[in-house]
């Protein structure tokens, strides 16, 4: 009897032993699985945060080279002596600022972190626009005009020799992106050296004895900052954004990249790399909500010039009706680099809508399109309901200086800077000597 109680006691304890065992075993597996997933993860999120890096120091180096050509344009601006060269340069000042407005909202600094310079770059845009209408017509610039352009060249040059300090700071690898995102300037700040002196704060101290240009465009900075009312449909998620994506620029998944999400911006997008033949790349951002295209870019070497003009015209007007922008026109264009930048606006009942405005960038030799820019419209559009209570186009011209003679005339609809818009008679001519 006793040696059978020993025989279960043993049994027991032996079976306590292997729970024991496996439990422990369990525990080791647990333990591993946890490290595994650890390492995944923090591999996933250095590599998440090394793209986000490479993006935002593309946008950023695009952003000084930018504004180094506006300076450089401004320079010639003030002494270019031909209302034909006038126009060329004044035309390359506003196609720059244009796209360094872009860049600028691609980083990743609170867009009140950077609100002068924005405004600034806005307001060179829409200026030096203004003015090469005025050269195209004829009219060489005024004395007001050109002091007009040397301080704003003056304020140039400091935004980019502080660019250039700034630029120095993250080539020697003492600025961290990826910490700035929820950030902003402050975080920015700090993260630079005492010695450099150089931020973001930096650089918005730069305007701060800058009071604004005494023009407001067809494309004034208040028409960024109102409610997006051409940005329609609910938020998508990164996957249904590659979709579009792949629709968009009929290309394979394998073959595009995502860079993240970009909150920061006037438009929180999606941002996507393509790769192309020749190893080149094309850069897209995809709207947050609804989905639409934002900004759109892709460098090719141009070959001899096969497309007229005209032609390019017809292509980008076919290229957005073929995407969904229906009735846009084109209000103005200049060749540039063998390629052509066309701005389209919106048409409504035969008025020119300038708020809705569509940007494309189309090669002359093969007439593929190689950029596009939607703020404008994807801020603005909506259908306006267009009063009919208004002048006669005769009453109109009657405010017009009789020098100048009209080569079209036709109603549009131009922001104000109360953030409101106004239905006008347009007229286009040239001045008689």
């Known amino acids: 009897m006793k040696n059978i109680k020993e025989k279960v006691q043993d049994w ?17 597996i647990l333990l591993i699985a946890v490290i595994l ?77 950077l609100s002068k310079t924005k405004k600034f770059l806005n ?3 829409d200026y030096s626009y203004s ?68 931020s973001f704060d930096n650089i918005e101290t730069t305007f701060d004895d800058y009071t604004g240009l005494i023009y407001d465009g067809a494309f004034s900075e208040h028409m960024v900052s ?25 290309v394979n998944s394998e073959e595009i990249e995502s860079k993240g999400l970009v909150e920061n911006g006037n438009i929180p997008a999606y941002n996507f790399e393509i790769k192309m033949e020749e190893e080149n790349k094309k850069y897209i951002s995809i709207s947050q909500k609804g989905g639409h295209i934002v900004y759109m870019n892709y460098y ?11 032609e390019a015209l017809q292509i980008g007007k076919n290229f957005l009706s073929e995407k969904g922008y229906k009735n846009m026109k084109e209000t103005y264009y200049m060749k540039q680099n063998g390629c ?50 208004i002048i006669t186009k005769e009453k109109a011209k009657e405010n017009l200086n009789k020098r100048l003679e009209i080569s079209s005339e036709k109603l549009a609809i131009i922001p104000t800077e109360f953030g409101t818009e106004i239905l006008c008679w347009e007229f286009t001519g040239k001045s008689r000597r």
């Open 131 to 198: 003015l090469s209408m005025k050269a195209m017509a004829g009219e060489n610039l005024s004395d007001e005009d050109l002091k007009t352009i040397e301080d704003i060249h003056n304020y140039s040059l400091d935004l980019k020799n502080t660019l250039f300090q700034l630029e120095s700071e993250i080539n020697d690898g003492n600025l961290a992106w990826g910490e700035l995102t929820n950030e902003g300037s402050k975080a920015f700040a700090q993260q630079v050296s005492a010695d450099a002196g150089t």
């Open 37 to 113: 997933l650890s390492m995944y993860i923090y591999d996933k999120q250095r590599t998440f945060q090394m793209s986000s890096e490479n993006t935002y120091n593309m946008s950023f180096y695009e952003l000084v080279q930018c504004v180094d050509e506006i300076e450089t344009y401004l320079a010639k601006a003030r002494i270019t002596s031909t209302a034909e060269h006038e126009a060329k340069t004044l035309s390359n000042i506003w196609n720059k600022a244009s796209m360094a407005e872009v860049y600028l909202g691609q980083i990743p600094i609170k867009t009140e972190g």
């Open 123 to 125: 307001q060179v845009s």
């Open 340 to 389: 052509l930048v066309i701005n389209y606006a919106y048409m409504q009942d035969d008025v020119t809508v300038y708020s809705d405005l569509i940007k494309l960038k189309i090669a002359l030799d093969d007439g593929k399109i190689l950029g596009m820019e939607s703020a404008g419209y994807l801020n603005c559009h909506e259908e306006r309901k267009i009063s009919e209570n």
């Open 12 to 28: 027991k304890d032996r079976l306590k032993d292997r729970h024991m065992l496996s439990l422990v075993t369990v525990i080791l």
């Open 300 to 310: 090719k070497e141009i070959g001899d010039e096969k497309i007229k003009e005209d």
């Open 226 to 250: 109102r409610d997006r009312k051409g940005l329609t449909g609910e938020e998508i998620d990164e996957n249904r954004a590659k979709e579009i994506v792949k629709e968009f620029c009929n």
